[in-house]
């Protein structure tokens, strides 16, 4: 009764004030928005200015919307939780939201790496295409509901590199016995030939490779990977990194946390994380051609897979997926909407992205 009484009478003073109503009049409007304070984990340090810089753009671009009454704090890897417990704080309400890649967390079900890459996928644009308008976005939201989680795109790298290693790579056969730090199914993949994947978070990858725990290391590309001093400790340098054409980074929300967000506030949230997944590509395409420039103008050895290496991978990677899908009927269900996404794509990227590319590249390279 008392807040009917004012807002009345405030509408008498108002009309009176004049010119005072466009003034006054949003001071009253902002009062039904909530003031909401979140914490944000994050997987990665601080020190990648382009993924963990993405949390921090989505933080100040739904705190510019709101005129500060949502505030998400964010936090790097290891202050609140690990690297690779982002989900798990998330999923149980430890924290309001995380960023992270879904594939860090096969080990709880593998159909989690269809939301970040699957080897010899999709590319950038590709994965952005099936998320938006290809039924992959409804897909692995069922997917994480399971986890009691709501997710948004919020970020991509595009393709990435193969990693960094000790020693060249010239066939299969150099693969026995290596213990690399690297993400998602790949590892599974890759243990038939004999590799031995580990799986590290950004900031510990570097000490590992250091000591020689490990003997080989992939992360994203060279503008990471030189933050990270990768080249100081390994030589070679491999692309491509097949096993990631695309590595999308979304943004986890605990589901109860979600669902009581004001309906403008999930709309700001849903327009900041699309925002910040075409920023991040784009600063990854900016600043990752002068890296590269300055790895192996420093002595950082470049080279590709071998292809022959790269075609019995591409089997086994295929092979690998008809048996999960055959005995994972979660994966099944992902895999049998994914698969001919894939196949069409690539009928029409041959056509014209391939086309205008291989012809522009190869000039290039014979101008140089």
């Known amino acids: 009764m008392k807040r009917r009484a004012f807002l009345s009478s405030a509408g008498v003073g108002l009309a009176a004030a004049g010119t005072a109503a466009t003034i006054a009049a949003p001071a009253i409007a902002q009062t039904s928005q909530p003031e909401i304070k979140w914490r944000m984990a994050s997987s990665y340090p601080k020190s990648l200015d382009t993924i963990y810089g993405a949390a921090e753009f989505i933080a100040k671009r739904v705190s510019d ?13 290891g202050e609140i939780v690990p690297a690779l417990q982002v989900l798990d704080a998330v999923q149980n309400g430890t924290v309001e939201c995380g960023q992270s890649a879904a594939y860090f967390y096969v080990g709880k079900d593998p159909t989690f790496c269809f939301d970040t890459a699957m080897p010899f996928g999709l590319n950038t644009r590709q994965h952005i295409a099936w998320m ?14 399971d986890y009691n989680i709501h997710h948004i795109p ?46 590290l978070g950004g900031g510990d990858i570097y000490p590992a490779l250091e000591r020689g725990t490990i003997d080989a290391a992939e992360f994203v590309g060279p503008y990471d990977d030189e933050k990270l001093g990768f080249h100081k400790v390994a030589k070679y340098y491999y692309y491509p990194g097949w096993w990631e054409g695309s590595a999308q980074i979304p943004l986890m929300f605990n589901m109860q946390a979600w669902e009581q967000l004001p309906k403008s506030y999930q709309t700001i949230l849903e327009q900041a994380c699309w925002e910040a997944n075409s920023w991040m590509i784009a600063k990854y395409d900016t600043l990752n051609a002068s890296a590269l420039k300055r790895l192996v103008g420093g002595g950082a050895v470049l080279r590709p897979f071998p292809r022959d290496m790269m075609q019995a991978c591409e089997k086994a990677a295929f092979e690998f997926y008809d048996k999960l899908a055959a005995s994972n009927p979660r994966f099944k269900k992902v895999y049998d909407g994914w698969k001919p996404f894939l196949e069409q794509e690539r009928l029409w990227f041959r056509v014209a992205e391939n086309g205008f590319d291989s012809f522009v590249y190869s000039q290039s390279a014979q101008q140089k």
């Not at 409804?138 to 994480?144: D, G, K, N, Q």
């Open 65 to 77: 919307a709101t005129d500060g009454k949502f505030q998400i704090r964010t936090f790097a890897a």
């Open 132 to 145: 938006m308008h290809g039924g992959g976005l409804e897909l692995m939201r069922e997917v994480f509901k």
């Open 154 to 199: 919020a970020g991509n790298t595009g393709a990435q590199m193969g990693g960094w290693f000790r020693k060249e790579i010239k066939s299969l056969e150099d693969l026995k016995g290596l213990k690399m730090r690297i993400g998602g199914l790949v590892g599974q993949i890759l243990t038939p030939f004999g590799l031995v994947p580990q799986q």
